[in-house]
């Protein structure tokens, strides 16, 4: 275990439906991320926040709004997704984000499995 | 192509055997970092190695750095088929807060 947790594993929701994933650190971290990893791409990095504020959205359809509403804890709230968006989406965190060194090393969760009918 | 790019794609070799993996970059970096993904699952930290070491060692992994290639390897020695993995690299821009991976190499170590 990394000490990072995601829930649910496992989603499957249709085009039109809300639903939120979520992350939670035990690590005492000040940085978490979201990533997406979809089959042969690399991973692609979605937000990062650093002390609770959003330091990157690298471009993410609105259609993912992410809330992080104290340094443990991450959500990224979906809604009207399209079936390219399923993917696993991997939360992790660092100690501090442009911190350098050990500080940036990430520790990953076991991912959401995200399939959009 | 990308900023990480890892070679090969896919590497089978027999337990036993040394098994190395390249990967290269195309703008300055703070640190490299590798991670090991099993099938599925969250990525988990192998060693980072910063942009001013040339050379580190990690139990059975050994990491090089060459800033001026932009390029690094991971070599692990002895594999075993625990070692069966997908292997990425992640540059860490300057800046800090932008960490990018490669597509990574899936390894396949036959018992």
């Known amino acids: 275990e990394t000490g990072v947790t995601q829930t649910p594993r496992h989603l499957v929701m249709g085009m039109t439906n809300k639903k939120s994933l979520k992350c939670e650190q035990h690590l005492g971290h000040n940085a978490m991320y979201w990533y997406k990893q979809s089959a042969k791409k690399p991973l692609e990095l979605m937000f990062v926040?650093?002390?609770?504020?959003?330091?990157e959205n690298n471009s993410v359809p609105s259609r993912f709004s992410p809330e992080c509403p104290n340094s443990s804890h991450l959500f990224l709230h979906l809604h009207t997704l399209q079936p390219e968006d399923s993917a696993l989406y991997l939360c992790?965190?660092?100690?501090?984000?442009?911190?350098?060194?050990?500080?940036?090393?990430?520790?990953f969760g076991p991912g959401t499995r995200l399939t959009v009918l | 192509s990308q900023q990480g790019e890892e070679d090969p794609q896919a590497l089978s070799i027999q337990e036993g055997e040394n098994a190395t993996m390249n990967c290269s970059y195309k703008t300055s970096i703070n640190n490299l970092q590798w991670y090991r993904q099993n099938s599925g699952r969250g990525l988990v930290h192998l060693i980072l190695i910063r942009s001013n070491e040339r050379e580190k060692h990690s139990g059975r992994l050994r990491v090089t750095l060459d800033t001026s290639k932009k390029s690094s390897s991971l070599l692990i020695t002895a594999s075993r088929a625990a070692d069966t993995a997908s292997y990425f690299c992640a540059t860490e821009l300057p800046g800090g807060f932008k960490t990018i991976f490669g597509a990574g190499t899936r390894l396949f170590v036959k018992a």
């Open positions: 926040y650093n002390f609770k504020e959003q330091t």
């Open positions: 992790a965190s660092s100690l501090v984000a442009g911190g350098g060194d050990r500080a940036d090393t990430q520790y």
